[in-house]
């Protein structure tokens, strides 16, 4: 059980183009979403925490208007970069959980943004 | 704010052999989380350790949460191939937050 899926799994695009990741859990209800970034070989950090049917709460320094962020159901939650650029290239992860922040978090397999 | 380190960054370990990395918090934490990632996967929940000197065994790993709950341990025995892979401590804050440490990536050599 608690099975959390990510697609696409490997997407490259062109500067200026907009990129839309889905994270659904399959096999449960996840009232939080977490969506994370993870540069090579370093750890995973945290971009924004998105509740079912409210707005998604950013961490600070990441862009609201450049990485949106929309839970739509209890699992489905979709993150989109807009007007990508080379630096936003990463691996993107996101995790779900049952009860929010105090819950476990089961993770995606991720997604890996490459921008030309 | 919250700031969680882990030591050693990376672990070279030959196979058989013990290794232990660390986690530290600058603040006291409600509780903390071990997860692994393998070579291109995602992060794997391993363990979440909630009460003071708490200390958990999964068959050859071992998990302790310091008295103070500021800090914790992983301790591998006799270490096999298959342990390959970047271990993450997370802590969480008394606000709920989960604050992942840098990851300590271990390589093991038969």
């Known amino acids: 059980g608690a099975v959390v899926s990510q697609h696409p799994s490997r997407v490259i695009c062109k500067s200026g183009t907009s990129v839309k990741i889905e994270c659904r859990s399959l096999?449960?209800?996840?009232?939080?979403m977490f969506w994370y970034r993870q540069f090579p070989k370093q750890s995973l950090m945290l971009m924004a925490t998105s509740n079912e049917g409210s707005k998604a709460t950013y961490e600070q320094g990441v862009e609201k208007d450049k990485f949106l962020i929309n839970h739509a159901s209890l699992t489905l939650s979709t993150l989109t970069v807009t007007s990508a650029h080379p630096e936003d290239s990463s691996f993107y992860i996101c995790s779900a959980s049952l009860q929010g922040y105090t819950d476990t978090q089961y993770f995606g397999p991720g997604t890996r943004l490459t921008v030309l | 704010g919250q700031q969680v380190m882990q030591i050693p960054q990376y672990q070279h370990v030959q196979e058989g052999e013990d290794f232990t990395t660390y986690c530290n918090s600058s603040t006291t934490l409600s509780n903390i989380q071990w997860y692994k990632q393998r070579p291109g996967g995602h992060p794997v929940f391993l363990i979440q350790?909630?009460?003071?000197?708490e200390v958990k065994k999964q068959k050859r790993l071992t998990f302790q949460f310091g008295e103070a709950k500021k800090n914790s341990s992983l301790h591998i025995t006799a270490t096999q191939t298959t342990d390959v892979g970047t271990y993450f401590c997370?802590?969480?804050?008394?606000?709920?937050?989960?604050?992942f440490g840098a990851g300590t990536q271990v390589v093991v050599t038969p």
């Open positions: 997370a802590g969480r804050d008394s606000w709920g937050k989960l604050q």
């Open positions: 096999d449960f209800q996840a009232t939080t």
């Open positions: 350790l909630v009460k003071s000197g």
